[in-house]
């Protein structure tokens, strides 16, 4: 929704104003979800509060990335559009690693053993703090620093931006678009919400041998993003893509059956595979900011990027859904991710080869 309603404005009023707001809003609404009384205070009020907010947020972080991505996409230089776009989501892994540090870092230290223990009264109300005053920071970054796209102010503006994306050729492109994404985001659930799960709960890995494994993981992979990006530049976005897909639905599947089916052996060969398992999947966001910004006129380009990229979520986040469903056909409940990473990884590849490539584009 954040997506589809500040990409409208991002197209009319222009791609900073939008990026501004939707952070501004996203910075206040964090700090008050941290502020937010707990349940002993305010009873199934405390509950309802929180969900609105947590939806509220959603709305301006769908906001965010929907004028920020284009804005920065039409600043970058053509040969440098791969480089910047896979630089910009470098911010994806190094935010997991992080946040895994912040967690790990705050048990340590503030025990969470009872509903009266210090973590679970105000400790988990730290990383809302932080990520409160980050936004606020890059908030007023933008306002101050940040200039108005120049290939958006020179562009013929669209009386109803979202009204002509779901027309002819901009309706085609965004479903191609969508069949990219909803592969990327099958491949990104199976890797860092389903993996760590079935490891957790069903092969019972030490929490903490885990969280390690997937915070080398997410490291290793932020360093992969930018090369990754490059070689988009050179050689194309579509046989990156369509290379990612092809591991997706073939070596990932493979690596993850060989995790589950030897267990837990010792710390070093998980932390192996977990980040081998990720390198299947998660270089894909290196090269997708540059990609659809490419596929769509400047006139629609925020309005497209924020519904084919958000949208695509959907039916992906019905996963764990899809999993019970398919032990309930008799497929071990261990194994079922084999199928939601393989079906990722093969859209993504399908939806890379029908698209054009998009390296040469000139944005403006």
């Known amino acids: 929704m954040g997506a589809t309603l500040f990409g409208h404005y991002g197209d009319k009023l222009g791609r900073r104003r939008v990026a501004i707001i939707s952070m501004g809003g996203f910075a206040v609404v964090t700090l008050l979800i941290g502020l937010l009384p707990g349940y002993e205070t305010w009873g199934m009020g405390s509950i309802v509060v929180l969900v609105l907010l947590r939806f509220v947020d959603g709305v301006f972080l769908g906001g965010e990335y929907t004028g920020a991505n284009p804005l920065a996409m039409e600043h970058a230089p053509k040969e440098k559009r791969g480089k910047w776009a896979a630089f910009i989501h470098t911010g994806f892994p190094l935010s997991l690693a992080a946040m895994s540090l912040i967690t790990t870092g705050l048990l340590r230290v503030l025990p969470a053993g009872s509903l009266h223990s210090p973590y679970v009264q105000w400790g988990w109300r730290i990383p809302f703090f932080l990520g409160a005053l980050f936004a606020g920071g890059v908030f007023l970054y933008y306002v101050t620093r940040v200039q108005e796209s120049g290939v958006w102010a020179r562009a013929e503006k669209t009386k109803s931006p979202l009204k002509e994306l779901f027309r002819g050729d901009n309706f085609r492109c965004l479903l191609q678009v969508f069949l990219v994404m909803s592969g990327a985001w099958f491949t990104l659930n199976a890797v860092t919400s389903i993996l760590p799960g079935v490891l957790l709960t069903v092969r019972h890995v030490n929490s903490v041998v885990v969280t390690n494994a997937q915070l080398v993981a997410y490291c290793l992979l932020a360093l992969c993003f930018v090369p990754f990006g490059v070689l988009g530049q050179k050689i194309g976005r579509r046989p990156i893509l369509a290379l990612i897909g092809l591991a997706g639905c073939t070596a990932g599947p493979i690596l993850y059956y060989v995790l589950v089916r030897s267990g837990y052996r010792s710390a070093l060969q998980l932390t192996l595979l977990v980040t081998l398992i990720n390198l ?53 409940y261990e194994y079922t991710e084999i199928v939601i990473f393989a079906v990722g990884g093969f859209l993504l590849m399908l939806g890379a080869l029908y698209g054009p490539e998009t390296k040469h584009v000139e944005l403006s």
């Open 280 to 332: 299947c999947a998660s270089p894909v966001w290196a090269i997708v900011t540059s990609y659809i910004n490419e596929r769509f006129p400047t006139g629609i380009r925020a309005c497209g990027y924020g519904v084919g990229y958000s949208a695509a979520t959907i039916i992906p986040a019905f996963s764990s859904f899809y999993m019970l469903g398919l032990k309930g056909l008799g497929m071990p």
